[in-house]
């Protein structure tokens, strides 16, 4: 199992995420690109770490939103949010080449990553952003998304994620963060959960309904109140039920 959290999430002097802390726990960073946060020299310091560390380089790809943190929609034309999507998969692999290391997979963050599991234009747009850079390129995101299957009819490596920290509805979309309860806070409880999605076996809903989530890749949110110790939780309780910790996009090259 692959865990792995969102990272370079500051601009500036403005810091929200431990990136150190969080690249010694998971073992795939999504990093921001710019658009919705991350600037030259956070993305660049985080990647850095990351490849030092051996942790695999995942762009972290949203809408052009940084008061918004990428959580608001945006009626983005295709073409244009193709476009977005390269620039920032570029931005990205440049850092990426001075580290020593590559982008190893794209995950999208925020309002971009919930349009697309039903967003059929947005998301064959960023899929195409993705195979034009590179056809081989693995993406991550929803299982049962449009995005994963129109990325698995376009030849991608396709893998499924599950997060840690959020609540589910019954048709095992994610619970809008507008809503109560939908953020998890009780570290023993998210990992306990986090065994049972590494099991395949249910889960509870928001509505206490049973579902299973199927997942290659297990995401605990890098600006979660105790994120840090959310993600040590969840990876010494899988590592003691002997789980084998590793990133998915080594699977896939």
């Not at 690249?23 to 310091?45: E, F, K, P, Q």
């Amino acid at each position: 199992m692959d865990l792995n959290s969102d990272l370079a999430e500051g601009f500036g002097r403005w810091e929200l995420t431990d990136d150190e802390a969080l690249l010694g726990i998971v073992t795939s960073a999504n990093v921001a690109c710019g658009y919705h946060a991350g600037d030259a020299t956070v993305l660049r310091r985080a990647v850095d770490l990351a490849a030092a560390r051996g942790v695999a380089v995942g762009a972290h790809v949203g809408y052009r939103d940084l008061p918004g943190f990428g959580r608001r929609f945006i009626d983005v034309p295709p073409a244009e949010l193709t476009d977005d999507v390269v620039y920032q998969m570029g931005a990205l692999a440049g850092f990426a080449r001075i580290a020593g290391t590559g982008v190893r997979y794209v995950k999208p963050h925020g309002a971009l990553y919930n349009a697309i599991v039903h967003h059929e234009e947005q998301a064959a747009a960023v899929v195409a952003a993705v195979r034009a850079f590179d056809p081989a390129m693995p993406v991550l995101g929803l299982p049962g998304s449009r995005f994963l299957a129109l990325a698995a009819d376009a030849g991608l490596p396709v893998f499924q994620e599950a997060f840690a920290d959020r609540a589910y509805t019954p048709e095992g979309t994610l619970v809008s963060r507008r809503e109560p309860g939908a953020v998890l806070h009780d570290p023993a409880a998210i990992a306990d959960r986090c065994v049972r999605i590494a099991r395949g076996e249910p889960i509870e809903a928001a509505d206490g309904s049973s579902i299973v989530v199927r997942a290659d890749s297990i995401c605990v949110h890098g600006d979660s109140p105790d994120a840090v110790g959310i993600a040590r939780a969840v990876r010494d309780r899988l590592a003691a039920e002997g789980v084998e910790l590793g990133s998915f996009s080594a699977r896939a090259r």
